[in-house]
């Protein structure tokens, strides 16, 4: 029984790193749209989601005011997440954008400091120092690199995922409710996005209008889905399938946009991965409370 739990955990987190692979690629093929249009498009359709399942569920839209300052430091951190990575995706090679939103679980553990008051071992420092030598390796900081500006833009789309991440967890432990924390997100993301589309609206057409709606509800599958794998199985023993999505977007990539990663990149990859399949064996390890 708990084999097969596992193994529909594994399913739901590869078809959630292959939603997020397509979310990526509806957001690029909507074109040159400015990315705080892509964002509140992609957050307005989670928005939907969330408050038709919280009214089928009859969930209570009531919250603790203690984890009001958690609740809007989760949006702000995801919305820049979303943003840094958006930016990223349509500047740089699917992959790359890809790898460097995938560094938000090293950046969860040094906010987990912060937010959770857990500490770091010296095992997760070297973890974390392998992981920032194959960003690197993506990144290439010369100033001779003309997407050295997106590559910085998607390591901040990490940054901002893993403390939202974080976060997360922190409200997850206060009892507050994941599909209330969606909404909360999704409708201050909305919100936030109104100004810069007040003042700086493109107007789109039927067809990227088609893509951006694509790309929310890819994003709300790839968010349902990685719910319902942390059901059927605990984070330490599947979080490492989420890596599946770099050989998605890759291939997207390839076949959409003849995206073709060069060397330092692909050496990027496997060092980031390989320090995350590290961290998947010595979380496995360690004791079970």
Do not use: W
């Not at 088609?210 to 990685?226: H, Y």
């Not at 979080?239 to 977007?249: E, K, M, P, R, T």
């Not at 990663?261 to 991965?273: A, E, H, Q, R």
């Amino acid at each position: 029984m708990k084999t097969n739990s596992k193994n529909m955990g594994i399913i739901m987190i590869i078809i959630s790193a292959f939603c997020f692979a397509l979310m990526n690629m509806f957001v690029r093929l909507s074109g040159d749209l400015p990315t705080y249009e892509k964002s509140f498009f992609r957050n307005f359709v989670a928005f939907i989601f969330a408050l038709v399942i919280m009214i089928k569920d009859r969930e209570s839209f009531r919250f603790q005011k203690r984890n009001l300052p958690l609740l809007i430091g989760r949006s702000l951190a995801g919305t820049i997440g979303i943003l840094g990575n958006f930016y990223a995706v349509d500047h740089l090679a699917l992959g790359d954008a890809s790898i460097l939103n995938k560094m938000s679980p090293f950046f969860a553990i040094l906010f987990s400091l912060i937010f959770l008051k857990e500490k770091l071992k010296l095992f997760q420092v070297l973890i974390l120092t392998g992981a920032f030598i194959g960003v690197m390796f993506v990144v290439k900081p010369t100033f001779s690199n003309t997407a050295l500006f997106p590559a910085l833009c998607g390591l901040l789309g990490g940054i901002g995922a893993g403390a939202a991440y974080s976060m997360v967890r922190a409200l997850g432990k206060r009892g507050e409710k994941g599909s209330f924390i969606v909404l909360f997100f999704s409708g201050f993301s909305c919100l936030s996005m109104v100004p810069f589309m007040i003042f700086g609206f493109k107007m789109f057409s039927p067809v990227q209008l088609a893509f951006l709606l694509l790309a929310g509800l890819s994003a709300a599958g790839g968010q349902f889905s990685i719910t319902a794998a942390y059901t059927f199985s605990p984070a330490r023993e599947i979080s490492i399938y989420d890596y599946s999505q770099i050989i998605f977007a890759s291939a997207l990539g390839f076949f959409v946009f003849a995206d073709v990663p060069d060397i330092f990149s692909i050496i990027g990859y496997v060092i980031i991965v390989s320090m995350a399949f590290v961290m998947f064996l010595y979380n496995n390890r360690e004791p079970r409370h």
